[in-house]
């Protein structure tokens, strides 16, 4: 079958994508090869402004494209899309409930006492290393479906999860994944030091009172470097975690390559997190949501590491409930490799009780707009 390449304001419906389409600024596939393109697909990529060329499948005026080469060129196409999830087990769950515990009795240990033992939140750091190295999507699923409400202690071990995953796709050494997973554990433990009233104020802080928390960096990096064997690496990736790459964070308004690569991916994990978690003061984004806000700070964040979390992390496990925007609840059965905010959905119609899927991959104007929490 003949390819063409054409311009992005000359698709037409009808036309079939011979390559994934994605959106430049982040790299992000918007539509698969071998999506058929309609007149809906259209206005979604005039909302993402994806401008340049791209590959179709070609057919002249003497042959137009059956429904079975249409399907013999996605059955090509989804050879390599399905991603296989691991399931969420005892053990799994029983590591992060007991992560959530360490660190919770270590960030209270230490607001009492400056020379904590570092021993038990080391070994969690282990284990949570050791898990991602052997299947990475399993936390990530907990840590996305944010089965525990505290934020002070449960954003420490979700950020530890988020960070060494990251760090794993990239493919650092087992060392560095133990260590950087223990920099997440510990990146906040400054907070102890923030007076109570400016860290649980349960609206908006103050310019002054901003300016109180921010110190809390330097004080997560005084403590952490008393203790012994801990890494420049940790100390750099803990001490610049809020700095951003167009030198608009802080403490030290670095910028680029001056901010350490660590701390670049301790940067996207924590700031992903925040913003997907429920606050007193607001309502947690969906998962999708928050990816959108983090490509929309592509300018502050690493886009290179950016762009390997979104490609990479698992937004809607397999097995959660979902709520769609046409009003429809449905189970997610499959993920995407290329599209992972665009799962499978499998619908059960309340009325005849029978099933059908909906593939938001080739549904771009269908969304989720819930995760049901059970």
């Keep these: 079958m003949k390819v063409i390449s054409i311009c992005i304001d000359q698709l037409k419906p009808g036309m079939i994508l011979a390559e994934d389409l994605r959106d430049s600024p982040t790299g992000i596939v918007l ?75 270590f960030y209270n240990k230490s607001s009492m006492n400056k020379t904590v033992d570092l021993y038990e939140i080391n070994k969690a750091a282990e284990s949570i290393a050791a898990e991602i190295t052997r299947s990475p999507q399993v936390l990530l699923q907990l840590a996305f479906l944010k089965t525990i409400d505290d934020y002070t202690f449960s954003h420490a071990v979700h950020v530890s999860i988020y960070v060494t995953a990251l760090a ?130 592509s300018g502050k964040l690493d886009i290179q590491y950016l762009n390997i ?16 925007s046409t009003g429809e609840i449905g189970t997610v059965i499959s993920l995407h490799r290329n599209m992972p905010l665009r799962p499978l959905v499998q619908i059960v119609d309340k009325d005849s009780k029978k099933t059908h899927t909906i593939n938001l991959v080739n549904n771009l104007t269908t969304f989720i707009t819930d995760i049901i929490k059970e």
């Design 31 to 105: 539509l698969s090869s071998g999506s058929k393109i309609t007149e809906k697909t259209l206005r979604a990529i005039e909302q993402f402004n994806v401008q340049g060329r791209c590959l179709v499948y070609f057919a002249d005026q003497n042959r137009t494209f059956t429904e079975s080469s249409l399907k013999k060129i996605r059955q090509e196409k989804n050879k390599q899309i399905p991603v296989r999830i691991g399931k969420i087990n005892l053990q799994a769950k029983k590591l992060y409930k007991d992560t959530y515990k360490t660190v919770k009795d």
């Design 168 to 297: 794993k796709y990239i493919n650092f050494p087992a060392k560095q994944l133990h260590e950087i997973c223990l920099a997440g554990l510990l990146h906040d433990v400054g907070k102890v030091d923030i007076p109570l009233h400016i860290v649980n104020k349960p609206e908006k802080l103050s310019d002054e009172e901003f300016e109180v928390m921010k110190e809390h960096v330097r004080y997560s990096f005084n403590r952490v470097r008393d203790f012994s064997g801990v890494s420049k690496d940790m100390l750099n990736a803990i001490l610049q975690h809020h700095e951003r790459m167009d030198g608009s964070g802080y403490l030290e308004k670095l910028k680029g390559s001056e901010i350490h690569h660590w701390a670049r991916l301790l940067a996207i994990a924590d700031v992903y997190d925040a913003i997907t978690t429920d606050r007193v003061y607001r309502n947690a984004l969906l998962p999708h949501e928050g990816a959108e806000i983090l490509m929309s700070n």
């Design 309 to 324: 979390f979104i490609r990479n992390m698992i937004f809607y496990p397999v097995g959660c409930k979902v709520v769609l």
